[in-house]
């Protein structure tokens, strides 16, 4: 199926069922009916979010020689959290319907059109009565009398038992107020008169120790980022890393969404997986190359160089994360990018990009990637009274050299620029001077560029990609409709699947079971002597395996040495068979996994 028809909400709720049959994703707490954002990864979902979160592993640290890698805790001291500006300012605008207190996000409310209208009161046969007023939007194509028996539903639910059954529920005192079009004033599941905007923390709050007070209150971190900061020190004292280099992690993350929504795009419990890569400022660049390269159209970005600044390596981040992207089946058919406006950007970041994706319910965001500058190091040394400063004797050798007017020359062109500034607070003259004094010894601040990804969007994203359907007609002429999850086999859960022909002959089981257990400690496999051979491939087509070998005969050398000891390898997106020796299955296998 073309992408550009995956786009509907036929299409997430087919998703969403296939998610759910073939185990990939659960709601969390189905049996007691759910809890709103929270999802689980069943057996297939479980190993493709493995094998996402390795392939990001391995291309984000394990290849590279300038990246380390940290496993914090999701429970860090609070103060971490004032001094990154969580506690103050991470919050969303929230809306709450007048009539049943449900939340939205001020800005998920579509505009509506419809009649606004009131009721005084309602009253209830079983003595029950409320005198608050109620203000509902009746939509346009909504007929008065099943627009009434929503009011008294919603009515009842809020007033609980005491109210009795819904339709005897009596709405009083009802008047037409006003006709609108285009508003946001209306709840927009209940209709309900929506109050005024008011800023909702997302951090989830918990108690550490037995007392629960105010002074015990922790959270549950909404991002895993800060604990890369907060450790920065420790990873630079303890590893033999010089800046320019990254930190990264991946882990779970929380956050007390207003409206979580789209299955598990937005969740209140996530894992993100983050980079934090800590660069020298310019000035440090110029002090040490003499120029600072300028990023330009079709500029090369395969390999880092001494004399990059923020710009270039921001673009290597987006270039690299791209190719990332590539590598597990997600080109730029299925992806796009957003430029963040100076206006959208953050007052201390330079610039920041997100990578989105084509979903089918919008192209939305699967990754930022940030140019930070020294914002979140420095808030954390002015909070913890610790430095976050790196010595580099490079720039201290190569500032030993600049004359007292070549540095006051850096010092005018950075207050020109503080000058400058449309947002945040220029830096005053006095810090800019005790910033180039520290500079010109050989300490600075890292700047940080920051690629940070989601690994529950990421694996949203790979299964709305891979979600195909195929219609067959069988040997009795009935047609069906097939799913086929065409996963990349670097990261399908299921990389091949280990069929005898016919499960009633012991020569071909045991076959089967010898080839299962080559390749198993390898790679994950999946044994099935169940049903016909037809059957099993579609079986397998819909967990999105790449890979079926079938044991048949011939392996067994019923026509011969030259067939005797080879299998038939299927690849599931060509259909195409290949006889090859089991011998050569494993490497052959891996070539194409790897
Ligand atoms: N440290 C920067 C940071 O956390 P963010 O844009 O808030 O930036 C980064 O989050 C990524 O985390 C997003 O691009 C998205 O993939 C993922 N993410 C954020 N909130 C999420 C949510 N509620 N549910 C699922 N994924 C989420």
Same mark, same amino acid.
């Given at each position: 199926?073309?992408?550009?028809?995956?786009?509907?909400?036929?299409?997430?709720?087919?998703?969403?069922?296939?998610?759910?049959?073939?185990?990939?994703?659960?709601?969390?707490?189905?049996?007691?009916?759910?809890?709103?954002?929270?999802?689980?990864?069943?057996?297939?979902? =479980?190993? @493709?979010? &493995?094998?996402?979160?390795?392939?990001?592993? #391995?291309?984000?640290?394990?290849?590279? *020689?300038?990246? $380390? !890698?940290?496993?914090?805790?999701?429970?860090?001291?609070?103060?971490?959290?004032?001094?990154?500006?969580?506690?103050?300012?991470? =919050?969303? @605008?929230? &809306?709450?319907?007048?009539?049943?207190?449900? #939340?939205?996000?001020?800005?998920?409310? *579509?505009?509506? $059109? !419809?009649?606004?209208?009131?009721?005084?009161?309602?009253?209830?046969?079983?003595?029950?009565?409320?005198?608050?007023?109620?203000?509902?939007?009746?939509?346009?194509?909504?007929?008065?009398?099943?627009? #009434?028996?929503?009011?008294?539903?919603?009515?009842?639910?809020?007033?609980?038992?005491?109210?009795?059954?819904?339709?005897?529920?009596?709405?009083?005192?009802?008047?037409?107020?006003?006709?609108?079009?285009?508003?946001?004033?209306?709840?927009?599941?209940?209709?309900?008169?929506?109050?005024?905007?008011?800023?909702?923390?997302?951090?989830?709050?918990?108690?550490?120790?037995?007392?629960?007070?105010?002074?015990?209150?922790?959270?549950?971190?909404?991002?895993?980022?800060?604990?890369?900061?907060?450790?920065?020190?420790?990873?630079?004292?303890?590893?033999?890393?010089?800046?320019?280099?990254?930190?990264?992690?991946?882990?779970?993350?929380?956050?007390?969404?207003?409206?979580?929504?789209?299955?598990?795009?937005?969740?209140?419990?996530?894992?993100?997986?983050?980079?934090?890569?800590?660069?020298?400022?310019?000035?440090?660049?110029?002090?040490?190359?003499?120029?600072?390269?300028?990023?330009?159209?079709?500029?090369?970005?395969?390999?880092?160089?001494?004399?990059?600044?923020?710009?270039?390596?921001?673009?290597?981040?987006?270039?690299?994360?791209?190719?990332?992207?590539?590598?597990?089946?997600?080109?730029?058919?299925?992806?796009?990018?957003?430029?963040?406006?100076?206006?959208?950007?953050?007052?201390?970041?330079?610039?920041?990009?997100d990578i989105l994706f084509k979903f089918p319910f919008g192209t939305d965001e699967l990754e930022g990637i940030a140019a930070r500058g020294e914002f979140d190091l420095s808030q954390h040394q002015k909070h913890?009274?610790?430095?976050?400063?790196?010595?580099?004797?490079?720039?201290?050798?190569?500032?030993?050299?600049?004359?007292?007017?070549?540095?006051?020359?850096?010092?005018?062109?950075?207050?020109?620029?503080?000058?400058?500034?449309?947002?945040?607070?220029?830096?005053?003259?006095?810090?800019?001077?005790?910033?180039?004094?520290?500079?010109?010894?050989?300490?600075?601040?890292?700047?940080?560029?920051?690629?940070?990804?989601?690994?529950?969007?990421?694996?949203?994203?790979?299964?709305?990609?891979?979600?195909?359907?195929?219609?067959?007609?069988?040997?009795?002429?009935?047609?069906?409709?097939?799913?086929?999850?065409?996963?990349?086999?670097?990261?399908?859960?299921?990389?091949?699947?280990?069929?005898?022909?016919?499960?009633?002959?012991?020569?071909l089981v045991a076959k089967a079971r010898e080839v299962y257990n080559l390749l198993k400690p390898h790679m994950n496999c999946f044994y099935d002597e169940t049903a016909s051979i037809g059957r099993r491939y579609?079986?397998?087509?819909?967990?999105?395996?790449?890979?079926?070998?079938?044991?048949?005969?011939?392996?067994?050398?019923?026509?011969?040495?030259?067939?005797?000891?080879?299998?038939?390898?299927?690849?599931?997106?060509?259909?195409?068979?290949?006889?090859?020796?089991?011998?050569?299955?494993?490497?052959?296998?891996?070539?194409?996994?790897?």
């Amino acid at each position: 199926m073309a992408n550009e028809t995956k786009n509907d909400t036929a299409f997430m709720e087919k998703l969403v069922s296939l998610c759910k049959r073939r185990g990939f994703i659960y709601q969390s707490s189905e049996i007691y009916g759910g809890i709103g954002g929270f999802w689980d990864y069943g057996p297939l979902g =479980a190993e @493709l979010k &493995r094998n996402l979160r390795d392939a990001w592993w #391995r291309t984000m640290t394990r290849e590279r *020689e300038d990246v $380390v !890698g940290l496993d914090a805790t999701i429970i860090m001291h609070p103060a971490i959290w004032k001094a990154s500006g969580h506690v103050d300012t991470f =919050a969303d @605008l929230m &809306r709450e319907c007048t009539l049943t207190n449900k #939340r939205v996000r001020a800005d998920h409310v *579509e505009p509506q $059109v !419809g009649t606004v209208m009131r009721f005084s009161g309602a009253e209830a046969p079983t003595g029950w009565r409320s005198e608050r007023s109620v203000t509902v939007l009746m939509k346009k194509t909504e007929h008065i009398e099943s627009f #009434r028996k929503r009011v008294r539903q919603l009515i009842a639910q809020n007033a609980g038992a005491a109210a009795g059954k819904p339709e005897e529920i009596v709405l009083l005192g009802e008047e037409k107020i006003d006709v609108v079009e285009g508003s946001v004033d209306f709840h927009p599941e209940t209709g309900g008169l929506l109050n005024e905007a008011r800023p909702f923390n997302l951090m989830l709050k918990t108690y550490v120790g037995p007392t629960a007070t105010e002074n015990d209150v922790a959270y549950l971190r909404p991002e895993t980022a800060q604990a890369i900061f907060a450790q920065f020190k420790n990873v630079l004292d303890s590893s033999r890393v010089k800046v320019p280099f990254g930190i990264c992690q991946i882990g779970k993350a929380f956050r007390n969404e207003v409206t979580p929504k789209n299955f598990t795009f937005r969740s209140r419990e996530f894992e993100q997986m983050e980079l934090e890569f800590f660069i020298k400022p310019d000035e440090a660049i110029e002090i040490i190359s003499g120029t600072v390269t300028a990023w330009s159209e079709g500029a090369d970005l395969s390999a880092p160089q001494p004399n990059w600044g923020w710009e270039m390596w921001h673009r290597y981040w987006v270039d690299q994360r791209t190719r990332f992207y590539k590598s597990i089946g997600l080109g730029m058919d299925v992806l796009a990018y957003h430029w963040q406006t100076p206006d959208e950007l953050a007052h201390y970041a330079r610039a920041c990009v997100d990578i989105l994706f084509k979903f089918p319910f919008g192209t939305d965001e699967l990754e930022g990637i940030a140019a930070r500058g020294e914002f979140d190091l420095s808030q954390h040394q002015k909070h913890s009274g610790k430095p976050q400063e790196f010595f580099d004797d490079e720039l201290k050798a190569a500032a030993a050299k600049l004359t007292e007017e070549q540095k006051e020359a850096f010092i005018q062109k950075r207050l020109a620029v503080e000058k400058a500034k449309t947002k945040g607070e220029p830096m005053p003259e006095a810090e800019v001077r005790a910033w180039f004094d520290r500079l010109f010894k050989g300490f600075y601040v890292p700047h940080v560029i920051e690629p940070s990804a989601g690994l529950d969007r990421l694996a949203l994203a790979i299964l709305c990609s891979a979600f195909s359907e195929t219609e067959k007609t069988d040997e009795k002429g009935k047609k069906e409709v097939l799913t086929v999850m065409r996963f990349h086999p670097r990261i399908a859960p299921i990389r091949v699947g280990v069929f005898p022909l016919l499960k009633n002959k012991p020569e071909l089981v045991a076959k089967a079971r010898e080839v299962y257990n080559l390749l198993k400690p390898h790679m994950n496999c999946f044994y099935d002597e169940t049903a016909s051979i037809g059957r099993r491939y579609a079986r397998q087509d819909e967990a999105g395996t790449p890979y079926g070998v079938t044991i048949d005969f011939d392996t067994l050398g019923e026509k011969g040495d030259e067939l005797k000891d080879t299998v038939t390898v299927r690849e599931r997106d060509s259909n195409q068979q290949e006889r090859i020796a089991i011998k050569d299955l494993l490497g052959y296998l891996q070539q194409r996994i790897n």
